[in-house]
């Protein structure tokens, strides 16, 4: 399939339509199905090692819910953490945010343009930065932008999209069947069209010799990546 970004509908709705809070909910169940958090966790610790990073930035974090489930499961070795959760809308709830209070970790929401927000980020300021099912809807023009912002102000980049191949969009059109809302079921089958395979995402990232990319399919529907900084310091830790 060649790749083709389209308009999903949960992005045109008011955040309180009810047919938007329903989709919200219904990707908190798509994320268990295609086991976002476990991909997600496998490739932070995996980069990480012993070095436990002092802030987190999650791009696209929309309800705030996918990032707390994968602090559940961080927390217990990750102490002291920063995490920012940065989206156009403001939809986190008091509760999500009490969840992060509970783990020790520090939360911050900032509602903001990812590339506003990017442009005007410090030098090196965030130790991870990580998106689920974000980077899939930017066409290829902005996507470099996003990508080479990114690698200005992180040492550790990594990102779970969805796969673009033949058994994510077959499941991406069975979301009926675990209950999805009709907007669900739309943008599933789009995302998928939109998402990625191969080493596209690698072709994006800044030419600069001072990272270590990994790009590969994880599980049938996902697409994960990772950029790394090479540093000597990171390198002992591990």
Known sequence: ?????????????????????????????????????????????????????????????????????????????????KVVLLDRQNIVSHETREGFKALGWEVETITADVFDFLEHAKYQAVDVITANLFLHHFQHERLTQLLLQAARITDLFVACEPRRAVPALTGSRLLWAIGCNQVSRHDAVVSVRAGFAGQELSTLWPKQTDWRLLEQAAGLFTHCFVAQRISEQREAAK
């Open 1 to 81: 399939m060649q790749r083709c970004v389209e308009p999903e509908w949960l992005d045109e709705l008011s955040p309180e339509d009810p047919r938007a809070i329903r989709s919200r909910r219904d990707m908190q169940r798509v994320n268990r199905w295609m086991q976002q958090v476990g991909i997600m966790q496998r490739a932070l610790t995996g980069c990480c090692g012993q070095h436990v990073p002092h802030m987190l930035l999650e791009l696209g974090a929309g309800d705030g819910t996918f990032m707390l489930r994968l602090a559940l499961r961080l927390a217990p070795h990750w102490k002291n953490v």
